[in-house]
């Protein structure tokens, strides 16, 4: 099974601040990585897929990068809408795994 | 743009089975060969993926969470434009929200880009 590691488990930011929030995978799975954003009682949502492309509708201030097994979403910009927990998620491997979650937060 | 729904029943009891449906709406479960899974969440914790499977008119393929494998079954009904999820033998600790969720390609390797609403499940006697 692929651990993934996503850290910070809280991140403090500003309005306005840039975000960076870095999951790593404990072998190889290429680019097959996507990101999500989950709002309090909401549904996960599809922000990013194969590590860097952003899905359909979300804005160009998401970002993602990826350098082996170390991967990253930047929000370049916070928005108020922006602030809910995030979650990697690798798709290479069965059994899928998932991050423990990044909740960024308003400094 | 399709959308899915959860439902079944929100209170279990310990050893007992949880039977959750996942239906379909403004788009078929026949539509094409999709990857159909299950993810769950327990209170205040992440994500968790629980079981996967592939669907087309010809063929199905499930895949199963190691932790659950002899314990759980995910299929499609077809007439009802649904699938399901069964879990035997449910404990306390498997209390959480339950969501379906549809892979964005025709591929196995793709992301979830489509979610139910989730379907809060509680388990206790």
């Known amino acids: 099974e692929i651990v993934m590691t996503q850290s910070p488990g809280t991140l403090s930011v500003s309005p306005g601040e840039r975000a960076t929030l870095s999951c790593r995978t404990s072998?190889?799975?290429?680019?097959?990585l996507a990101w999500y954003q989950q709002r309090p009682g909401q549904a996960p949502r599809l922000l990013m897929y194969?590590?860097?492309t952003r899905a359909t509708g979300i804005p160009a201030r998401f970002s993602g990068s990826a350098s082996g097994t170390e991967f990253s979403l930047t929000i370049s910009s916070l928005q108020s809408e922006d602030f809910a927990v995030y979650y990697c998620?690798?798709?290479?491997?069965?059994?899928?795994?998932f991050g423990q979650g990044t909740k960024v937060e308003i400094k | 743009q399709l959308q899915l729904q959860e439902s079944g029943p929100g209170l279990v009891k310990p050893s007992e089975t949880l039977f959750l449906t996942c239906t379909v709406s403004?788009?078929?479960?026949?539509?094409?060969?999709?990857?159909w899974g299950w993810i769950r969440q327990a209170p205040g914790k992440g994500l968790e993926w629980i079981g996967t499977?592939?669907?087309?008119?010809?063929?199905?393929?499930?895949y199963y969470s190691p932790s659950l494998k002899n314990r759980i079954t995910i299929s499609v009904d077809r007439s009802k434009n649904h699938l399901s999820l069964r879990l035997t033998s449910v404990t306390a600790a498997e209390e959480a929200v339950y969501y379906c969720?549809?892979?964005?390609?025709?591929?196995?390797?793709?992301?979830?880009?489509?979610w139910g609403q989730g379907i809060k499940v509680t388990v206790s006697s």
């Open positions: 969720a549809r892979q964005k390609a025709v591929t196995a390797t793709s992301a979830f880009d489509i």
């Open positions: 403004t788009g078929s479960i026949s539509s094409g060969s999709y990857y």
């Open positions: 499977i592939y669907y087309s008119v010809t063929m199905y393929t499930t």
């Open positions: 072998q190889s799975v290429n680019s097959n």
């Open positions: 194969d590590a860097s």
């Open positions: 998620q690798q798709y290479d491997n069965w059994p899928r795994t």
